[in-house]
């Protein structure tokens, strides 16, 4: 029988990719997202994949949507943490609300989707869990306080959970990327992108969602057994952590 695999925010973006790279790989794959409907059922149209609506924010609805995820497809085995927002403001004019939603979704809601699905993972001895924090996790970015501080916690959640499930067949990582060419990339101006972002790539080129997908179907493999608590930077040489 197929594994399963639930990715947070894997109804659009790189976690569409995530989803979509997993199930070829053999998954029985769930994706869930915050509120895009248009998106996710278009999604689901054109994949097959199953999507599920609930805020990673909130632990009571993220025990309940994983409850009924397990009852569809089974026990999941592999948490993909994807789901992220940005809500950027220079510190001074940042407010609590915006530090607050970001650190609740990057970073409570890491902690509210693996808390429930970790036991599981005890007791069957197999588990992978896989975050997707950020560059700016690692280096810190102008105007991103909030998020930079919530995706660093990821990179120290995951080096704590490894040490934790090493010996119950459980491997925690997370992949750090770069600059990925996503929907979010296509609102940044040509001479912004030409003149400021590209230089600072040594690759010369943004990231693929899909390149950030081959690296989550390896780490969900048996090959990445001996991979835990691990960083993978995932940026075109942008930052060598
Ligand atoms: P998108 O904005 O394209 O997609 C985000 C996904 O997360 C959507 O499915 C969205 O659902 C879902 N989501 C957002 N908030 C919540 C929530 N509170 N509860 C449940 N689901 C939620 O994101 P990207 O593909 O650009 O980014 C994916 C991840 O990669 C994020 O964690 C991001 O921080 C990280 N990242 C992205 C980079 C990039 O260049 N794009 C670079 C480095 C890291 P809905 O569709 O309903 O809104």
């Given at each position: ?80 943490n ?25 970073l409570?809601g890491v902690f509210?989707?693996t ?16 975050t ?22 990821d990179?120290?959640f ?84």
């Amino acid at each position: 029988m197929s594994r399963v695999a639930l990715v947070t925010g894997g109804s659009r973006g790189i976690g569409a990719a995530i989803s979509t790279a997993l199930k070829k790989a053999g998954y029985s794959v769930a994706a869930t997202y915050a509120g895009n409907d248009d998106k996710a059922r278009a999604f689901t149209d054109e994949t097959g994949i199953k999507t599920y609506k609930w805020n990673v924010a909130d632990y009571d609805a993220c025990v309940d949507g994983i409850h009924q995820v397990e009852g569809d497809l089974g026990p999941v085995e592999v948490l993909v943490n994807n789901a992220g927002i940005t809500r950027d403001a220079p510190f001074h004019k940042m407010t609590p609300e915006q530090w607050k939603e970001v650190m609740d979704t990057n970073l409570s809601g890491v902690f509210n989707m693996t808390h429930p699905v970790w036991p599981g993972m005890r007791e069957r001895k197999f588990g992978r869990i896989i975050t997707i924090s950020s560059i700016n996790g690692q280096k810190g970015q102008f105007a991103q306080t909030n998020y930079a501080a919530a995706k660093a916690g990821d990179i120290g959640f995951t080096k704590a959970l490894a040490q934790e499930g090493a010996r119950a067949g459980i491997t925690v990582n997370a992949i750090c990327p770069g600059y990925i060419n996503t929907e979010m990339m296509s609102t940044i101006p040509e001479k912004v992108m030409n003149e400021v972002i590209l230089p600072q790539i040594p690759v010369g080129r943004l990231g693929e969602a899909d390149e950030i997908a081959r690296a989550v179907v390896f780490l969900a493999s048996d090959d990445a057994g001996f991979i835990t608590g691990s960083t993978l930077t995932a940026n075109g040489g942008q930052y060598m952590a």
